[in-house]
């Protein structure tokens, strides 16, 4: 799962790391724009077809962090809290939501905020991207 991804233009290092996760994992947006806003934006960006399911809160009715967005995304993604990770850039939405329903939260932190709970891993980009698949995969090394 990936949390919105802000302005038009991708973050940087976004494409490829999509790019590189699809074969083996299910990508799932979480966001709390528009349907059709994240579905342009999607297109645009070349990244329609490396996401498996798109859960705005347009849709489902409700803002992160309630839990219930994120429930959602789970059914459509048939997939287990446990075996989830949701990258985000914004800590309450992305992190604090993530961890209420217990999937694991690596935090998109490119501004270098303080970090408020030590054992959520963090990144400052999307890039070198093996560094970054081995925090989001948690197969550092």
């Not at 528009?34 to 409700?62: H, N, P, W, Y």
């Not at 809290?81 to 992190?95: F, I, K, Q, S, Y």
């Not at 270098?112 to 890039?127: K, N, T």
Request: hydrophobic fraction near 45%; charged fraction near 20%.
């Amino acid at each position: 799962m990936t949390g919105s991804f802000g302005s038009r233009w991708p973050v940087a290092g976004a494409l490829a790391l999509l790019r590189r996760l699809k074969p083996d994992y299910i990508i799932g947006v979480v966001t709390n724009n528009r349907t059709a806003e994240q579905e342009e934006k999607l297109a645009f960006l070349g990244m329609s077809g490396l996401v498996d399911a798109l859960i705005t809160s347009e849709s489902v009715g409700v803002l992160k962090p309630d839990p219930a967005i994120y429930q959602v995304a789970l059914e459509q993604l048939r997939a287990a809290p446990a075996e989830t990770v949701m990258v985000g850039d914004n800590w309450l939405a992305d992190v604090v939501g993530a961890l209420a329903v217990g999937i694991r939260p690596v935090w998109l932190n490119r501004h270098g905020a303080a970090r408020p709970l030590a054992q959520v891993p963090e990144l400052g980009s999307l890039e070198p991207l093996d560094q970054v698949c081995g925090v989001i995969t948690g197969r550092q090394g």
